[in-house]
C-alpha cells in the first residue's frame, strides 16, 4: 500500500480566454470580471501572498501598536490609554530593511499576476507556482524597467499631464516584457506602439478600473474597524492588528483586477495592430491537427 501524502493541486489548463476580436470598453471590463471569477482562487492565493509582506513589516515596524493607541484615544477609552505607553519612535534600522525587502520584491509584484493572466488568456496551465516562477525567471528585466519607469516618474513629478500622458503609453510594458521574452527597454517602445492612437481609451478604462479597484477595496476594508471594535475585552494592539489584517485580505481581493486589466489591454491593443487574433487562430490550428 503507497504511504505517498495527497497530490498537489494540479495547474488551471483550458481553452484560451481571449475573445478573439476587438472588444469595446464595456466589454473589456466584462472580460475581466469574467476571467477574475472563474479564477477567484488562484488570483486571490497570488495577491495574498504579495500583501503578506507589507503586513509583516506593518507587525514587526509597531503600525499595529502605534495604531492601538490611538484607537484608544480616539475611543476615549482613558483606562485602556493610561496603561499604554505613547508611541515611540519606529525602529529605523528595521524600518530600512523592511524596505529594502519589498524593494527587493518589486518584480513579483509587477509580474507574478501579470504572468498568470498572460497563461490564462492564452489557455496554459498555471498555477500559483507557475505565476511567481515566470516572474523569477525575468527578475532582473522587470526590476530594470520598475526602476527606469520610477527615475522618470520622479522627473516629471512638476509636469502632471505629461506623467499621465507618458504613464499609459507605456502601461502594457510589462506584458509585453513577460509574453514577448524582450528586454525592458525594447517592452517600453512595444507599449509605446501598440498604445499609438489608442492613448485616450487606453486611459478611459484604465480610470474606470482604477476608480472601481478603490471603491471595493475601501469598502471592504473598512469592515475591519467594527469587527475589531465588537470583540470584547482584547487590547487595543489586538483590535488594530484585527483593522491591518482584514485591510491587508481586502487588498488581496482587489490586487489582480488592474494587472489583469493591463494584461487584457495588451492583447487587445495586439487584435487592433497586428491581427494577434489570425496569429492565435492559426496557432490553434496547428495545435488541433497535430493531436488528431
Known amino acids: ?5 495527497p497530490a498537489p493541486p494540479a495547474p488551471i489548463a483550458g481553452e484560451p480566454l481571449l475573445r478573439l476580436r476587438p472588444l469595446g470598453v464595456g466589454e473589456i471590463l466584462d472580460e475581466i470580471f469574467r476571467v477574475y471569477r472563474r479564477h ?8 495574498l501572498l504579495l500583501s503578506l509582506p507589507s503586513l509583516l513589516i506593518q507587525f ?16 476615549n477609552n482613558s483606562a485602556a490609554l493610561a496603561g499604554l505607553p505613547p508611541p515611540g519612535p519606529p525602529n529605523l534600522a528595521l524600518l530600512g530593511l523592511s524596505y529594502l525587502l519589498l524593494l527587493a520584491l518589486i518584480p513579483f509584484s509587477e509580474g ?35 526602476w527606469l519607469v520610477g527615475v522618470v516618474i520622479l522627473l516629471l513629478l512638476v509636469c502632471f499631464p505629461v506623467l499621465i500622458w507618458l504613464a499609459v503609453r507605456w502601461i502594457v510594458g510589462v506584458p509585453a516584457l513577460l509574453a514577448e521574452g524582450i528586454g525592458p527597454i525594447k517592452a517600453l517602445g512595444r507599449s509605446w506602439a501598440l498604445t499609438h492612437r489608442n492613448w485616450w481609451r487606453t486611459f478611459g478604462i484604465l480610470l474606470l478600473i482604477f476608480l472601481l479597484q478603490a471603491v471595493i477595496s475601501g469598502a471592504l476594508g473598512a469592515i475591519g474597524l467594527p469587527i475589531a471594535l465588537a470583540i470584547p475585552f482584547v487590547e487595543p494592539v489586538v483590535r488594530a492588528a484585527v483593522i491591518l489584517t482584514v485591510s ?6 482587489t490586487l489582480p483586477v488592474v494587472p489583469l486589466c493591463i494584461v487584457l489591454l495588451y492583447f487587445d491593443l495586439r487584435i487592433r495592430h497586428e491581427h494577434f487574433d489570425l496569429d492565435q487562430l492559426a496557432r490553434q490550428a ?3 491537427s497535430g493531436s488528431g
Open 112 to 146: 507574478a499576476v501579470a504572468q498568470a493572466a498572460i497563461d490564462l488568456a492564452l489557455g496554459k496551465p498555471v498555477s500559483v507556482r507557475s505565476a511567481f516562477a515566470g516572474a523569477a525567471r525575468r527578475y532582473w528585466a522587470l526590476l530594470a524597467q520598475t
Open 40 to 47: 477567484f482562487g488562484l488570483l486571490f492565493a497570488i495577491g
Open 1 to 5: 500500500m503507497s504511504t505517498a501524502g
Open 60 to 75: 514587526t515596524t509597531g503600525s499595529a501598536a502605534n495604531l492601538g493607541f490611538f484607537i484608544s484615544a480616539f475611543g
Open 248 to 253: 491587508t485580505a481586502a487588498g488581496a481581493v
Open 286 to 288: 496547428v495545435a488541433f
